[in-house]
């Protein structure tokens, strides 16, 4: 091999790492999705642990076999034929995020939601989790309609149904479980931020001065003087009298009100 052929093999390698990084998470937003056949697809409620359950999708990819049977209702019991079988080329089964997210109008929230099923209102109910922002609030995909302890079917709500990512239009392997509708927006609190209390005095304004009640003045005249009733409110700023007549030396006394 020439030294030519090396710097593109060189090359071709390169490329080829650039081309891994651009499926990255960070890059999610490049994914498109591309429509399916729904009744290909199937939403377990797959129990594990100490009555837990956690979603599993199955695939019908051929007709050789099938991958799983449906018996009952309310709930839907299912039973994961392909476990009895070599299923390759016939199955397809995704059991975590790294094969299953959620899409909501036209955006893959993959990075967004963590899809979980939880026990609700007698039902087992398959809820799309905000991983960082939590005051987005839940979404709610399907449920069994029904209780049970082993493997159900979860019936999609009314809008929600599967698709698979595309990248560049080459079909992957990855399933949405997809809505036209928009995400949930966050909500904003509507409590005012506190103030932090300053270890260092603050010279912006002096403090308000309590205020204190008004003072009553009372005004007591000598019995014969006159007939004047006592007065309420009267300014305590003495009036000059007419020359005419002689000023009257009137006590006034100062009294609070409370």
């Known amino acids: ?34 429509e399916v056949n729904g009744n290909n697809f199937i939403a377990v ?10 979603l599993l999708i199955i ?11 449906e018996t009952g209702s309310n709930p839907v019991t299912v039973e994961p034929l392909l476990l009895k079988f070599d299923f390759t080329g016939i199955c397809g089964r995704s059991t975590d995020s790294n094969g299953y997210s959620l899409r909501m109008s036209g955006e893959d929230l993959g990075l967004d939601y963590l899809l979980r099923i939880v026990e609700r209102n007698g039902e ?15 979404v709610e995909i399907g449920s069994t309609q029904g209780m049970t ?12 149904r599967f698709t698979r990512r595309t990248y560049q239009g080459k079909s992957l392997g990855h399933i949405y479980l997809t809505t036209d509708s928009s995400a949930p ?10 103030n932090l209390p300053s270890s260092q005095p603050s010279f912006s304004s002096p403090p308000p001065v309590p205020s204190s009640p008004p003072e009553r003045e009372l005004i007591f005249t000598k019995p014969g003087d ?23 030396q009137i006590p006034v006394f100062v009294v609070p009100t409370n």
């Open 124 to 138: 087992l109910v398959l809820v799309g989790t905000p991983r960082v922002n939590r005051s987005a609030g839940e």
């Open 185 to 194: 927006v966050a909500s904003q609190s509507n409590t005012p931020p506190r």
């Open 226 to 248: 006159d007939s004047t009733a006592p007065s309420i409110g009267v300014p305590s700023t003495p009036v000059p009298s007419s020359p005419s007549t002689p000023e009257r």
């Open 149 to 160: 302890n082993g493997f159900a079917k979860i019936i999609l709500n009314p809008g929600w």
């Open 1 to 34: 091999m020439n030294i030519s052929q090396c710097l593109q093999v060189a090359g071709l390698a390169v490329a080829s790492l650039l081309t891994i990084g651009t499926l990255s998470p960070t890059t999610a937003a490049t994914f498109d999705d591309a």
């Open 45 to 54: 409620a797959a129990p594990y642990g100490d009555n837990k359950h956690q």
């Open 59 to 69: 695939e019908q990819l051929s007709n050789r076999r099938p991958c799983w049977s």
